[in-house]
């Protein structure tokens, strides 16, 4: 007893020191109900075997299906600010394409053709697009982030990490599961999921949906309408095949439906000096409110967001619609020769169509449509198998192929009136794989772990650019490649074919200090594959450009103590970055700007830690934190200026990597009127950062964000139902979330969300 009280106090002295001071964690890996012993047991596949994540030589993070709830999260947007050193972001245009960002380490380009290097996976299928990758978050079992390169057993495009999504699969048992939320800005979701025995022990089938709708937050000074609405349906369907105990395939399907408003721009040219610039509180003809001011007041300083948020569009649809297709086929059999073996065949589609006013102001500027479709096809077939009790093994092979088709159909009436220029891009890709994993116990705690893949990879591209004219004077809106009636002036294509071979390993040691403390080193090396530029000004700028490679050093403790009541995860690294693929302005030697290309033009250092801590100080009290510094920085890097001098930019942070970032929170559960009632606080904090701009001028600095989230919920004992209320952005802050500075032209903003509220109704029966 007196070793109980002591543990107890000496916990809530240890959290207390960790949660005041600021750099905690968000929302627990381990949210989940902890049994009075201690804390849960998680268990997560991040090396691709089912293990407790205190026993992974890595640093991950597990977000457990409650977690994803309380964050009132529809997309993996929403876990932004949550996860030490990930960063989660869309661009100011092109919101259906994501930027992930881990460690520094990340591709802020919105087309295809960029490639990414983090890896975002969903029940074992990489997701190769960006566009379409912010899954949407229902009915997810867990989300686990691995920070650092992960190319050995998830292959190319992987020096960042992965973000491994796993949805919830039938159960086998009869269950219907679902909820309803009701909030400000005319939020409504509906998500339900019905679990259904088809043949006892054998059969299993299961079906979910969700439908979520809201209003824009932005309103137009054209006609006071909405901008931005959200308007989001997903299907799924499980067939689960158990005929013996060592047999297990699980074939799944989805199909998602986007139906939204289109991207909302905002414009932040700062006076006369750009080409597109309307003064605050112009009106004109048919215009209901009167311009808006500009949230950036100088080039010399960041833009700052207003307390309402104000855009316009006044040209072409309110446009952003976009179709997934997916299908999974997963098995998995065990205890054959050949060890336990499995299979994952993934398949997906899409469509997307959307309209962009990017001037953001009432009249002639610039407008974009944009029209893609993509497919692809992947085949993992891989092996684990335990050689001795002293050697595990893992083996396998991996091939992808993938295909899209791409263009922006731009109207340039800002240059000239009935300007229109396509830039049309067609890239074909496949990529093959070997790669090996063992793990070898040399003693009962010490345990020693080597990897290696190979990977073969080849990319077609064909891109262009077509200049059409119509001579009527007004530039046509047109949602196809090709003409509309207007008159082509001329255009070119350039095509390009390549491959590239490489060969990336991982080394690692642990060492289990006792069964509750384990330590571990390691290094990988990674690669991002090289390509294609599409986006063209002139034919000599689609490359190719080379794959970067990427070492990491990695070293950390994962330990829990005083009767597991308090887990300290810590993760120190340091990266070599070498070979970096920059996008940069094409100069002609007569300084003339025509174009964009991405050379292998830099090298980076990347230092810094990430520290997660969970506490239970008293039954029914969950702490957690997390804090991580990031200390990211080109080592060489001559920038080539849109003026077309050359800018020695060592020394200048990447993008996208805040120094500092911080999360604190609290779950408390008790008793109350023949129920349980249950609160919880979220607090994150993301440091200054660049996102959409390399040379860091203060224009384009994101500032320091600070969000709290909240809900109280209460369920009846039998725990069937639950009714909850909750915010998000409790504080109301608002803040600017992209910033894209185009010298001359014009400055494109975009804000993060306002406060949300609102209730949801839970049931499980």
Known sequence: MVSSLYHRAALCAIAGCIVTAGPVRAQDTAAAEAPKEGLQEIVVTAQKRSENIQSVPIAVTAVTGEAIENLKAVDLKGLQGTIPNLQINNFTNTPNSAVFTIRGIGVVEPDPFAGNTVSIVQDGVPQYFSMGALLDLFDVDRVEVLRGPQGTLFGANTTGGVVNVMTRQPTGTFGVRGEATYGNWGRMDIKVAVDAPLIDGILAGKISAMHTQRDGFYTNIVDGSDMGSRNVTVLRAYLRYTPTDDVDVTLSGEYGRSRNGAPVIVNGSTGPGYAIFVPAGTMTTGQVLPMYASPCASDTAPCRAPSKYYSARDFGPDLSNMDNYRATLTANVSNTALGDITAITGYKSFHLEEFTDNDAVVGLGIDTFRGTRGWQFSQELRTAADLTDAIKFQAGGFYMKTHYDHFNSVRLEAFAPGLRQNLPQDQDNWSGSLFAQTYVDLTDQLRVQAGIRYTHETTEMVAGTDNYFNPNGIGLYCPHEGSCGDVLLGGFRARGKQSWDNVGWKLGIDYKITPETLIYASWARGFKSGGFV?????????????????????????????????????????????????????????????????????????????????????????????LAYLDAKYKTFDFLDPSGAVVDLSGRPLQNSPKWSASAGATYETAVGGGKARANVLYTYTDTKLLQGLQGQPLVRIQPTHFVNATLGWSPDDGRWTLEAWVRNLANNHYVEAVTNNPGLFNQVSYTSPREYGVTFKFDL
């Open 534 to 626: 599409g986006r063209l000004g002139q034919a000599s700028d689609i490359g190719p450009f080379n794959p970067e490679k990427v070492d990491t050093f990695e070293a950390g403790v994962k330990t829990d103590l005083l009767d597991r009541r308090l887990r300290l995860n810590l993760a120190g690294f340091y990266t070599n970055y070498r070979d970096m693929q920059v996008a940069q302005n094409y100069i002609l030697p007569d300084g003339t700007t025509i174009g964009t290309s991405i050379f292998n033009a830099a090298k980076a250092e990347i230092k810094g830690f990430e520290l997660e801590a969970t506490a239970l100080p008293v039954d029914g009290l969950t702490l957690t934190g997390s």
